[in-house]
């Protein structure tokens, strides 16, 4: 904005009334904002915007008059449109908020988190407030992760793990609802998406998130009228059959498997911590650690201490696994994680606490009158 004002200040003090200069490459809502910035700071030219470019123009201080008084681009209705331009995907999230539909996401916790810290208030210190909060702007919150989670091995689907692996086995032959299933047709801006993959594109991630969502729904209505006549699907019906995964939302190596926005969670079912101490390797890093069981199963590994790790599965046959496969190892030795035993900050408190018990004991021992 300075380089463009110290420009048309510098063309000014030699231009002639008439006379008229191209600030080119200026468009959107900053177009309006140069405009603004330069009517108020110079009362002898006037402004148009034209083929994205702004076009200076010196008048005299009479025509300015007429032009300000007469002119249609008012300077009221640019500030509006700055400021709606600013205010950007908080005017989505306030129609998001009063629309009061279901909010529908895949492994949506980190985004709940986002759209609350960002267009909301900043988080809470306390989960329970986190909760309501986000049950008071989205009373309907749909996870098709756990939903598809939750029936997959019933179903005898392939184990998949992203968005768009689930919308592939859900339009393949393993789906046998795959052909009487609600038809999905792409807005006039969207045909591309019918036959070419955008991975990570708001709207495309969008349809096939809504797309699981409807092709689930319409499975589980399947699934509950069985040999018999599946009536008419609709989205009512669909809400219905959805309605026990309802503010349910999927969560990733958490002490729960998932978080019930509308009520107590659900309690844990998560596989124990195991510790891994390791002997005779040093330098040892998280990365080794994690390629040594990697032929077994996959653990998230963090370090505890120079030579622990923490191991994490959400499977129990895998840390079954581990502790027989490693039972007696001369350098690797696991076991279940317990807080009070294993704990660095237990240590270092129960170490304090010592130190402050024998220098107690060793004063009031040196304090006392001889005999």
């Not at 709207?203 to 809504?210: I, S």
Request: hydrophobic letters at 40%.
């Amino acid at each position: 904005m300075k380089a463009v004002i110290d420009e048309v200040t510098r063309w000014l003090h030699l231009a002639e009334e008439g006379d008229w200069m191209t600030l080119p490459g200026i468009t959107g809502f900053q177009a309006f904002e140069v405009q603004l910035v330069l009517r108020q700071a110079l009362p002898d030219i006037w402004t148009v915007l034209r083929d994205q470019a702004v076009i200076v123009k010196k008048v005299s201080r009479q025509h300015r008059w007429y032009l300000q008084n007469t002119s249609c681009d008012r300077e009221s209705c640019w500030k509006e449109k700055i400021l709606l331009s600013a205010r950007g995907f908080s005017v989505f999230f306030q129609m998001l908020v009063k629309a009061q539909k279901p909010l529908v996401g895949h492994n949506m916790m980190m985004d709940l988190l986002h759209l609350h810290e960002k267009f909301f208030r900043p988080l809470p210190e306390s989960y329970h407030q986190f909760k309501q909060n986000i049950h008071s702007l989205f009373p309907v919150l749909l996870d098709t992760k756990n939903v598809t989670k939750d029936i997959w091995k019933d179903l005898n689907f392939p184990r998949v793990s992203n968005l768009s692996e689930v919308y592939e086995v859900l339009n393949s032959e393993l789906n046998p609802t795959k052909d009487s299933g609600p038809v999905i047709i792409h807005a006039s801006k969207c045909e591309r998406y019918a036959e070419t993959k955008y991975p990570h594109e708001a709207a495309y991630d969008a349809f096939l998130c809504g797309s699981v969502l409807l092709k689930v729904a319409h499975l589980l209505l399947w699934r509950v009228h069985g040999a018999g006549p599946t009536p008419e699907p609709s989205f009512p019906l669909y809400l219905d059959v959805l309605a026990p995964y309802v503010n349910q939302v999927n969560l990733i190596r958490a002490g729960v498997p998932k978080i019930n926005f509308s009520g107590p969670d659900y309690p844990s079912i998560r596989p124990p911590i195991l510790i891994l101490s390791v002997r005779r390797w040093p330098g040892v890093t998280e990365q080794q650690i994690y390629r040594e069981f990697q032929s077994l199963c996959k653990f998230d590994v963090r370090r505890l201490t120079r030579n622990q790790f923490l191991l994490l599965t959400n499977k129990f046959k895998d840390a079954r696994s581990i502790l027989k496969e490693y039972r007696g190892h001369p350098t690797l030795q696991v076991s279940l994680y317990r807080y009070w035993r294993h704990s660095p900050d237990v240590h270092c408190l129960l170490q304090v606490c010592g130190i402050v018990t024998a220098w107690a004991l060793l004063t009031f021992l040196l304090g006392r009158p001889g005999p």
